[in-house]
């Protein structure tokens, strides 16, 4: 049927690497992408290599659930998130590519006395930091979500609403950020994965990869659940556990879920997808690992939870399931930094929640790469913070269980 489209023109080159580049970008996701999107729009600078040991896209960014809010709790965080929420709403046309960003509404259920006055708390610490959010009572949710059963074995006593919340195409996020940066004159490196860092006298010199030996004068790694094998590379210790979190998705049935809903009570989370597909997640598998398929016991408890809130989708037949190795820091916060190696830098931590940020993570890390300093938002998340102690808990508002 598209065979007439035949002469359609890439979206992106494969180019060969060069010898040398001003950045190299280990990492084709969508923050990689992204940081060489910005770096070359905003910060002129255009010699970049993003490569990437699979296929562009293909990481964390092809598997996860596509939720995007910005309801943190603490100031840094929330200010962090909310940078992003904004590139998302002018994305699409920023990119010039339909990246399907949905402003459907994010719903937080509370199931306890206790989880009500911790999200009525962070719905008004939103409120501080100019982020949209609102309590919903049990009759608004039942007005919003009529397939839910409010009254299941941890009651639904209430829930906070971020409007501006909502998904987006993940595959489309990391083919607009390629294309734009593509037409900049980045060079997108797939299939060629990095094996070693090099440095000399405390600073980089380049990366060895499947292609060959790439000098760079600066390396940024973004390489989501695999940033601690790299920063070992490197002679580097990252404060990062590698788990896998995994997520399904069910036959295509007509629309009757018009917003998303998590619950981190009984552990699920459920929206459908503008093709119908009811796309359903929960906490991370405990055991650290690189397998991306999780355990059965995860899976069986995520769908426990899901048919308690929703009976009426106990027949629904699941199309498939698959994992992703999220990188986790003990605040369940990023790490976007300088090292003590002249030249590299990392952006990684992002656990389960990182999809969300993407725009603004590129940007900030796209900054900080530009100027070798962070930007104030992302300052506070810089590695120093595990040697002050100034963490920042964000377990709360990770809204997956940890
Ligand atoms: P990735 O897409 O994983 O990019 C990293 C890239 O680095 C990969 O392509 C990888 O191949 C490459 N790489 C690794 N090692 C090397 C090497 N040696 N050489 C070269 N390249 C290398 N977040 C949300 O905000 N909302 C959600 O609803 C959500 N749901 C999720 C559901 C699941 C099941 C999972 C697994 C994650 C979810 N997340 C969610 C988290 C989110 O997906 C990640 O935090 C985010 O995608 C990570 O950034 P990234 O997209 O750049 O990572
Ligand atoms: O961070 O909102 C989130 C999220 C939802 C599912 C996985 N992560």
């Not at 065979?3 to 690497?17: D, I, L, Q, T």
């Amino acid at each position: 049927g598209l065979s007439h489209n035949e002469k359609w023109g890439r979206a992106w080159h494969s180019p060969e690497p060069k010898r040398e580049y001003d950045v190299v970008i280990v990492g084709a996701g969508g923050h990689g992408l992204a940081t060489a999107y910005y770096l070359a729009k905003i910060h002129g600078i255009r010699n970049i290599a993003v490569v990437e040991k699979g296929w562009l896209g293909g990481g964390n960014t092809a598997r996860n659930t596509t939720i995007v809010r910005s309801n943190y709790l603490w100031d840094e965080s929330a200010q962090l998130y909310e940078k992003a929420m904004q590139l998302w709403e002018g994305l699409s046309r920023d990119l010039n590519y339909n990246v399907m960003f949905s402003q459907r509404g994010v719903m937080n259920l509370a199931h306890t006395l206790q989880e009500v006055r911790d999200t009525q708390r962070r719905i008004n610490a939103n409120l501080y930091n100019g982020v949209d959010g609102e309590w919903l009572s049990r009759e608004q949710i039942r007005q919003q979500v009529p397939l839910i059963n409010l009254d299941s074995r941890y009651p639904v006593l209430g829930a906070s609403f971020q409007r501006r919340g909502g998904v987006a195409r993940h595959d489309a996020v990391a083919w607009g950020f390629a294309r734009a940066a593509d037409q900049l004159g980045v060079d997108i490196i797939q299939n060629c994965p990095v094996t070693h860092i090099r440095k000399k006298d405390g600073a980089i010199e380049g990366v060895d990869t499947g292609k060959g030996f790439i000098r760079a004068k600066k390396v940024a790694v973004v390489a989501a659940g695999h940033s601690s094998v790299i920063a070992d590379m490197a002679g580097i210790r990252l404060p990062l556990e590698s788990h896998p979190l995994q997520a399904l998705v069910s036959e295509p049935v007509k629309p009757a879920i018009n917003t998303v809903i998590m619950s981190n009570a009984v552990h699920a989370y459920i929206s459908q997808s503008d093709k119908g597909d009811l796309v359903i997640g929960a906490g991370i598998d405990q055991y650290t690992g690189y397998g991306q398929r999780g355990s059965f016991q995860s899976i069986e408890h995520t769908l426990q939870a899901i048919v308690e809130m929703f009976p009426s989708l106990s027949r629904v037949r699941m199309n498939r399931q698959w994992g992703g190795i999220v990188d986790i820091c003990p605040d369940a916060c990023p790490i976007i930094s300088k090292t003590a190696i002249k030249g590299l830098y990392f952006n990684c931590g992002w656990g389960t929640g990182g999809f969300k940020a993407t725009p603004g993570s590129g940007w900030v890390f796209a900054h900080t790469i530009a100027n070798d300093e962070p930007h104030p938002l992302n300052a506070p998340f810089s590695i120093d913070r595990f040697y002050t102690g100034h963490l920042i808990d964000e377990h709360g508002a990770a809204a997956v269980a940890h």
